[in-house]
């Protein structure tokens, strides 16, 4: 109460009012079935209001400075010369199907669908939405946790942007699809509301890299949602890296849902951004489902990196993996918090989590927070948490062979880095993440 | 080359070396002997230049310098090497980029072009054979799943590879069976020149079979108490370490 919800109160009117504007700008569109989706999404918005840190799932991550912004929708008039922008350079990797936003707005003369085909169809949100906005109906929504996740409420409300992806039945050996958000970050500080919508059909197998990266350093706030529909025995790699400079937030929600015999991976790298709220939300819906999420983290200066997953296992003889690892430089804060529900008919469970997070400077801080939620009972979960400084005897040992002290350090904190980019499949994508740990580590006095 | 005069270290406040002189130069091996709990891993991490020790009076010259002032990568730069009683596993980082980091670290420092990948391969394949190191622990994390012995092979794999001036062995018998340690010994022989110079820590006699030192010392409660040959090692041997306990302190052994 008092200060606090004031501040939640007035970031919403302003986001009315921004979304007035919004509706008045529709036109003829402010009748269909997408625009009736929007307002109910405003109006569940405007009754839950914004989180404050006495709500359990937010008590980590002060939104203060995000509610006080008064943030515009992007225009085309906003939008930057894209002329000296090479979209292949941010990620180095040639043979992707490439669709490239700027601003959360679809940017045609930057993206390549020269891969696409029939077993594969990678199209940008708004044209779908113009051609045929009943496929958006039916993949949209899937999972519903807005009382958990006002700000899913709020991409609702906003989103015209993103992309459609879609796998055909059987279809493997795909290019993977590159989905290239920049944010200009320059004037008014911007709402970007991308929606990311993938259906993998069954027998199908799909790799997917989100990247988020800036262009300049003014200020922003993403604000994403991603569904994910896995069907029977489909496969689905996950790549998400978040390398946006530090003006901006970056607030996301990721609903997956897998069937019987698929899987679903996610591996996150988080970098950029001043505020990181992820919010990654897994359901196993059929037998034999299995759910890998891999998370790294490396915070410096006082960026506040906040991640919260959600693995549930619905069905019996599923598999989940789960292992975050923060490494917290400087003033950072990071936060861990990850939960796995087992409901009653989810027997042969086998769920193992662990977050590990190393803290390399005195004022750096990090929470870890695992729930187990286990409602069966022959099952298998384990979890394990550790806030540690990097090893005094292996620095030791390093040191004595020659290697001066930061140079050990650098060692040892890529180790335990690199871990996670072991598990990712794509080799360019592997060279890519590389070069950022060791880019992070060098800023951060570290080599 | 190593001058340590009335050296004093203690760790967590507890005083364990209390007045350490010792003298070893170039060409020479030199072996520390004692029993379990007399300073000699104290005495070895304190040339080495371990945190946890703390020196508290007396002073250590290697070649002309105040070794106690140097860093511990400062120590391993101009020719320190302390070989580990208990290598450590470094998960995640390959013994091949460790040692090639290192390496590298050491010749800058000493003023030498860095070693490329080809180079540097060439050299450690030479310096395995007198480890008879298998090739796959190359690219293997460091020491992580190695057996005893293959960790103290690597160690000698390093020191070769670094060609320190003063190497010291921490326990380097400990753990190892006889052929391990017939192997390990024998790479440290080939190590031997003129130029440098070798301190054996160890409590067993049976190591100096196969690294045949110029002088043994006795460390007892933090001091030397006796000095000699090699025979000294086989008195000890036979006689245990009780003899050279009354050496240092009659009235300690009545009581």
Redesign the interface.
């Known amino acids: 109460m008092g200060m606090s919800t004031n501040k939640q109160d007035k970031a919403l009117q302003t986001f009315r009012t921004n979304f007035e504007e919004f509706e008045r700008g529709l036109n003829g569109a402010g009748n269909s079935a997408m625009h009736k989706r929007r307002r109910a999404a405003m109006e569940r918005l405007s009754e839950r209001g914004f989180p404050t840190m006495q709500d359990e799932e937010w008590r980590y991550t002060n939104l203060g400075g995000l509610l006080e912004t008064q943030f515009e929708r992007p225009t085309a008039e906003l939008l930057p010369d894209t002329t000296n922008i090479d979209p292949v350079s941010f990620l180095g990797m040639e043979e992707t199907v490439r669709l490239t936003f700027i601003d959360g707005v679809f940017c045609a003369e930057l993206s390549d669908r020269a891969l696409t085909s029939d077993a594969l169809r990678v199209q940008d949100f708004a044209s779908v939405l113009e051609n045929d906005p009943d496929l958006i109906l039916s993949l949209a929504g899937g999972i519903d946790d807005g009382d958990e996740h006002p700000f899913s409420l709020l991409n609702d409300a906003f989103t015209e942007q993103g992309a459609v992806i879609h796998v055909a039945k059987n279809a493997t050996d795909l290019p993977p699809v590159h989905l290239l958000f920049l944010t200009s970050g320059g004037g008014q500080p911007l709402l970007i509301s991308p929606r990311i919508l993938i259906k993998a059909e069954a027998n199908s197998e799909l790799d997917i890299i989100e990247q988020y990266a800036g262009l300049g350093d003014g200020r922003s706030l993403t604000n994403i949602v991603v569904e994910i529909d896995v069907a029977d025995n489909a496969h689905v790699h996950h790549v998400k890296l978040q390398e946006e400079n530090e003006g901006a937030w970056h607030i996301s929600a990721g609903y997956a849902r897998i069937a019987r015999s698929a899987s679903y991976a996610n591996h996150y790298f988080g970098f950029g951004s001043r505020l990181v709220r992820n919010h990654l939300h897994t359901r196993m819906d059929g037998v034999g489902a299995e759910c890998i999420l891999n998370g790294l983290f490396m915070p410096m200066d006082s960026q506040h990196m906040d991640h919260h997953t959600v693995i549930d296992h619905a069905q019996p003889h599923c598999n989940s993996h789960e292992l975050y690892k923060g490494l917290l430089f400087d003033d950072s804060r990071g936060v861990f918090s990850g939960k796995i529900i087992v409901r009653p008919d989810a027997q042969k469970t086998d769920a193992k989590q662990a977050n590990n997070n190393l803290l390399l400077s005195g004022n750096a801080l990090v929470d870890t927070k695992p729930q187990l939620e286990i409602w069966a009972d022959d099952v298998k979960c384990t979890h394990g948490a550790t806030i540690g400084r990097l090893?005094e005897?292996?620095l030791?040992?390093?040191?004595?062979?020659?290697?001066?002290?930061a140079?050990?350090n650098s060692?040892?904190s890529?180790?335990?880095a690199?871990?996670l980019v072991g598990r990712v499949r794509l080799g360019a994508l592997r060279a890519h993440l590389d070069a950022a740990i060791h880019n992070r580590l060098e800023r951060t006095g570290n080599a | 080359m190593l001058e340590i005069r009335n050296l004093h270290a203690r760790v967590e406040g507890k005083e364990i070396l209390k007045g350490v002189d010792l003298t070893v130069n170039a060409g020479e091996i030199h072996a520390i002997m004692g029993p379990n709990g007399s300073g000699k891993s104290t005495l070895a991490g304190v040339l080495a230049g371990r945190e946890l020790y703390e020196v508290t009076d007396g002073e250590v010259i290697y070649k002309g310098r105040n070794l106690l002032d140097l860093s511990p990568e400062e120590r391993a730069c101009e020719g320190v090497f302390l070989a580990f009683q208990y290598p450590i596993e470094i998960p995640g980082v390959s013994n091949t980029y460790f040692l090639k980091a290192a390496l590298n670290a050491v010749r800058k420092y000493r003023g030498l072009a860095e070693l490329d990948a080809v180079d540097f391969l060439a050299l450690v394949k030479e310096k395995m054979q007198l480890v008879e190191m298998k090739h796959e622990l190359l690219n293997r994390p460091v020491n992580e799943g190695f057996s005893g012995g293959e960790k103290k092979r690597n160690e000698i794999l390093q020191m070769a590879v670094l060609n320190p001036t003063l190497g010291i062995l921490d326990e380097t018998d400990s753990g190892l069976d006889i052929d391990a340690l017939r192997i390990v010994a024998n790479g440290v022989n080939k190590l031997r020149s003129t130029e440098n110079a070798t301190v054996v820590v160890t409590h067993y006699q049976r190591l100096l079979n196969y690294i045949i030192p110029d002088f043994v010392h006795v460390l007892v409660d933090g001091r030397i108490v006796k000095s000699g040959d090699k025979d000294l090692a086989f008195h000890l041997e036979e006689h245990g370490y009780d003899w050279a306990r009354e050496l240092h302190d009659p009235a300690e052994q009545e009581a």
């Open positions: 090893d005897d292996a030791f040992y390093l040191r004595s062979r020659g290697l001066p002290k140079k050990a060692i040892l890529y180790a335990f690199s871990e």
